[in-house]
Nanobody, 124 residues
Framework: QLQLVESGGGSAQPGGSLRLSCVAS????????IGWFRQAPGKEREGVSCISSSGGRTNYADSVKGRFTISRDNAKNTAYLQMNSLNPEDTAVYHC?????????????????WGKGILVTVSS
């Protein structure tokens, strides 16, 4: 079964950190760009970060720049999102996505694979 599975979510206090993982099964991530997206309750889906297939290029939404770091380990078929200095506005379901071409935040259906998502809750 070809799928992406996220892990590492949960609860954190404001100012805390979490690291999300995205593991591919049934296919190799080596040739795919990876993106992280999130959707907060009652809000539109938001692109968070992208990383190229080689890991050499990354980009971030302004809302997370300087706090979140995207990375990948192709040997482990896994991508990561390190989230630091979390605040309540980061509360959302986070999804990872794989792109056979370039990772883009729009259009919404540009990805080839989409994970089911994992909940991140930031509260005191």
């Amino acid at each position: 079964q070809l799928q992406l599975v996220e892990s590492g979510g949960g609860s954190a206090q404001p100012g805390g950190s979490l690291r999300l993982s995205c593991v591919a099964s049934g296919f190799t991530l080596d040739y795919y760009a990876i993106g992280w997206f999130r959707q907060a309750p009652g809000k539109e889906r938001e692109g968070v970060s992208c990383i190229s297939s080689s890991g050499g290029r990354t980009n971030y939404a302004d809302s997370v720049k300087g706090r979140f770091t995207i990375s990948r380990d192709n040997a482990k078929n896994t991508a990561y999102l390190q989230m630091n200095s979390l605040n309540p506005e980061d509360t959302a379901v986070y999804h990872c996505a794989a792109f056979s071409r370039r990772c883009v935040f729009e259009p919404r259906n540009a990805m080839d694979y989409w994970g089911k998502g994992i909940l991140v809750t930031v509260s005191s």
